[in-house]
């Protein structure tokens, strides 16, 4: 009977061994899961924020564009406007010229 509880203890002690290297396993697994998780999450910061920064890049791109392309738009309505009263100008000159000749 010592020895059937001897036994009994040791199969014990020997599955409580089991289940501790069992669960050190589950808790390494665990960890290794977490540092793999906190590593994607870190690329997906850097990621996104490479994204943020090339977003940034392009807009500032467009509104100097958007601003060199009204500028080209404000200098051709300025040289149409300067050649439209040109324009006016020579007529006024013309009908005053002719208003003069019909006075005489």
Request: glycine share 4%; with cysteine.
């Amino acid at each position: 009977m010592r020895w059937g509880v001897f036994f009994l203890i040791c199969i014990g002690f020997v599955a409580f061994l089991v289940g501790v290297r069992a669960e050190q396993k589950r808790e390494i697994q665990s960890h290794q899961w977490a540092r793999q998780m906190a590593e994607y999450c870190e690329n997906l910061a850097d990621s996104f924020e490479r994204l943020e920064s090339h977003h940034k890049a392009l807009a500032k791109q467009y509104r100097q564009a958007k601003q060199r392309r009204l500028a080209e738009l404000h200098e051709r309505l300025a040289s149409e406007h300067d050649r439209v009263a040109d324009g006016l100008n020579e007529l006024r000159k013309a009908y005053e010229q002719l208003a003069k000749e019909l006075r005489r």
